[in-house]
Nanobody, 120 residues
Framework: QVHLVESGGGLVQAGGSLRLSCAASGRTFSSLNMGWFRQAPGKEREFVAHFTRSALTIFYADGVKGRFTISRDNAKNTVYLQMNSLKPEDTAVYYC?????????????WGRGTQVTVSS
């Protein structure tokens, strides 16, 4: 079993930045592929970014490329999502996910989410 806890969300003005963190426990962190998804009110959960356990393969959703950066610190069992140039449409609950395979919407391990609100 893997336990994930997100933090770092909040209210920020458009153009601002936030860094989300996801702390993992319960399994060797370096063995997990990690990713971020988000869900806006009234919308389905959507992919944001993910990478392999080695971080050699990284994917971003088109809408966040060039603005968001995913990273991991295996020594701290933590994955990060640095979000710059935030837009009101980035407002959502952001979820961390983990998987032994590449993270997708059907991955087995999820955090409870952290709210990000971007004001215009």
């Amino acid at each position: 079993q893997v336990h994930l806890v997100e933090s770092g969300g909040g209210l920020v003005q458009a153009g601002g930045s936030l860094r989300l963190s996801c702390a993992a426990s319960g399994r060797t962190f370096s063995s997990l592929n990690m990713g971020w998804f988000r869900q806006a009110p009234g919308k389905e959960r959507e992919f944001v970014a993910h990478f392999t356990r080695s971080a050699l393969t990284i994917f971003y959703a088109d809408g966040v490329k060039g603005r968001f950066t995913i990273s991991r610190d295996n020594a701290k069992n933590t994955v990060y999502l640095q979000m710059n140039s935030l837009k009101p449409e980035d407002t959502a609950v952001y979820y961390c996910a983990a998987d032994e395979k590449l993270v997708t919407s059907t991955s087995p391990y999820w955090g409870r989410g952290t709210q990000v609100t971007v004001s215009s």
